[in-house]
């Protein structure tokens, strides 16, 4: 979480490195370049149309980049299937909080396990250090009340929750979360952003997309600003938030 010190000297986790991305017609990424390191929490802001969206989904595979690289732990993942850049280590949750509606949260928190290599129904019954970590993980975002409760009949903010806890499930080394507060019931704010804080002290690393500066400031340690495809402008949010360049892009100041 955001304070007044430097950037942490830890070492990246990932780094991107002049990431293109061509579209029909349009260019979405333009030399895009960041890094996240291990134990920050990384804020990616920018006014709509930035390339916010499609510099996560360059990462995590979705879309094949034109041009850079993309590097986890000094690995490439650049031209890698999205399956194997999740089982490599990072994970990612979206804008949409994506859940089984008819399973219950424990069930869904099964289903989203790495079943890669294994039987199914062995999973589901033998997996005790598995379970282990599901209730944990439930408990942790704040959902053991609902364990039993189906998806469908949660509220917005308590998918979002569901979704954080579904991304952690591998232990992976990134997080990337895609307007984790986009939604919700301001009463429910204040938990998930709790919640991201909680699981950052306890070891997460995390790039957030977010559009609510009251969100990025709270749980920023660092942030990357975008415009048009590009980088704008980076550092410390309480500093990087104030830059005449970005207010001009941002706000239209």
Excluded: W
């Excluded at 390339?51 to 360059?58: A, D, E």
């Amino acid at each position: 979480m955001s304070d007044a010190g430097p950037r942490s000297e830890a070492e990246p986790v990932l780094r991107v490195d002049g990431l293109r991305k061509e579209f029909p017609g349009a260019v979405a990424l333009d030399g895009v370049s960041c890094e996240v390191r291990r134990g920050e929490i990384v804020g990616i802001v920018g006014p709509n149309g930035a390339g916010k969206s499609t510099l996560f989904n360059c990462i995590m595979g979705v879309h094949d980049p034109t041009d850079g690289r993309v590097r986890l732990n000094d690995e490439a993942i650049t031209d890698e299937f999205t399956s194997a850049i999740v089982r490599s280590g990072l994970s990612r949750t979206f804008q949409l909080a994506r859940s089984f509606e008819e399973l219950t949260v424990r069930e869904n928190m099964v289903v989203f396990q790495d079943h890669a290599g294994e039987r199914v129904l062995t999973t589901v019954l033998d997996g005790a250090e598995a379970t282990e970590r599901i209730d944990e993980l439930i408990d942790l975002v704040g959902l053991g009340d609902l364990r039993n409760r189906k998806a469908g009949e949660l509220s917005t903010g308590q998918k979002k929750l569901l979704s954080i806890a579904a991304a952690l499930l591998q232990e992976p080394d990134v997080v990337l979360l895609d307007e984790p507060t986009a939604g919700v019931n301001p009463n429910l704010i204040d938990d998930i952003m709790d919640t991201i804080i909680e699981l950052n002290e306890s070891g997460a690393t995390f790039c957030i997309i977010e559009h609510d500066m009251d969100v990025v400031q709270t749980l920023s340690d660092y942030i990357y600003v975008l415009s048009n495809g590009t980088n704008l402008v980076d550092g410390r949010p309480e500093t990087a938030l104030e830059d005449p360049a970005v207010l001009e892009a941002y706000f239209g100041e």
